[in-house]
């Protein structure tokens, strides 16, 4: 199994950014998704997860109404869209994946695997 998480880099603040995460080893609609982040210094967080069909979604408030989370069954792949970027989205992003019989979650001790990590960089 493997989730390769990709489209991180840098970005002047206000900007936008796209991440992907490619799952291999494992059909994405067998399990809920989730982004999560770790800022320099700081533990990682909950970010955005949706559902195995997509069709709930959650999100931590600091990014509600700025990031979208989604999924495509065909690619086998999540997304996960960030507008109004600012400083304090800085951080290293990973995209994991876990099993029911949650339907999402912000725990991360709920998922089962976990992609590398994409660098996220937004300048002030």
């Known amino acids: 199994v493997q989730l390769q998480a990709s489209g991180g880099g840098l970005v002047q603040a206000g900007g936008s950014l796209r991440l992907s995460c490619a799952a291999s080893g494992l059909t994405i609609s067998s399990y809920y998704m989730g982004w999560f982040r770790r800022a320099p210094g700081k533990e990682r967080e909950f970010v955005a997860a949706?559902?195995?069909?997509?069709?709930?979604?959650n999100y931590a408030d600091s990014v509600k109404g700025r990031f979208t989370i989604s999924r495509d069954k065909a690619k086998n792949a999540v997304y996960l869209q960030m507008n109004s970027l600012n400083a304090e989205d800085t951080a290293v992003y990973y995209c994991?994946?876990?099993?029911?019989?949650?339907?999402?979650?912000?725990?991360?001790?709920?998922?089962?695997?976990w992609g590398q990590g994409t660098l996220v960089t937004v300048s002030s």
């Open positions: 949706t559902s195995r069909n997509g069709g709930s979604t």
């Open positions: 994991a994946a876990g099993l029911p019989p949650y339907s999402t979650s912000r725990y991360a001790t709920s998922y089962r695997y």
